[in-house]
């Protein structure tokens, strides 16, 4: 069977229109960081229709990764991962331009991001994402993102709006983004866990002695399939929307799906959140120093 755009694409029409349909084709998307939200965005994006990604990420899939990333399966094991989901990518449209990058992305970043329409934050690694969001901002670009949540959950930068070093009070204001210190990074997670358990019912929905221990630093993150790919879904929806320059009322601050009481949950009032930050803090410390302990 031969392939044409067109025919691959017909089902989207009435979801977007074919003017919409060639913006797609011809917009460009940078996903940093290719594995669990990375990659079910990048399924998604790819499935729409659209016609230029660059694709970076430093890792190779490995076992661990079959319970959530879409692109991961027993024959791409210890394959770098960008360029197996590249593969799989044009196996779906081969008519798509992919470039593909390692760690050596940072080398490239202004060039990269400045290619881009839109930019993805896949990555969980804080040195990459303030170049990301740094380069982001210089050359006037929204990027997308999702907290570290298990809860999905999606927000949206915007050109000139506070990043989430700013935003969320990370200490790396001022500092290289290759010269972190463990502290800072440390700082840097427990600062967005504060958000998320002040902003959201995350607590409720997750093992909290578990998630102390990742706090900790002794043990990885936990990771859920519907959790993953429901939050690289949404960073779809609202990449698709920023490229067709559809309206949203998704900001920086963000919001949280919560499936198990089809609720969603907007960040507190602002003197709300600042009234309970200080007790969440103290919450949230105690649990890690009882991990330690």
Known sequence: MTFTYSEFTTRNIGFVTEAEQQMLKQACVFVCGTGGMGGAAIQSIIRAGVGNLILADLDSFETSNLNRQVFANLDHLDRDKAEATRAQCLNINPDANIDVYDQTWTQSATELVSKADVVINGTDDLAATLLLYRTSRELGRAVIDAYASPLPSIYVTRPGRPMPEERLGYPTIGT??????????????????????????????????????????????????????????????????LVLGRTSNTDENGWFLNPYTARIERP??????????????????????????
Request: hydrophobic residues 45%.
């Open 176 to 241: 290289d983004w290759n010269a972190l210190t463990k502290d800072q990074c440390d700082a840097s997670f427990f600062a967005e866990a504060v958000y998320v358990m002040l902003n959201s019912s995350s607590r409720h929905h997750i093992d909290l002695d578990l998630a102390a221990d990742v706090a900790a630093g002794r043990r990885s993150r936990m990771s859920f399939a519907p959790m993953v790919i429901s939050t690289g879904t949404l960073m779809a929806y609202e990449t698709l929307g």
């Open 268 to 293: 507190l009032p602002r003197l709300l959140s600042g009234m309970l930050r200080p007790f969440v803090r103290r919450k949230l410390t105690g649990m890690v120093e009882a991990a330690d302990g």
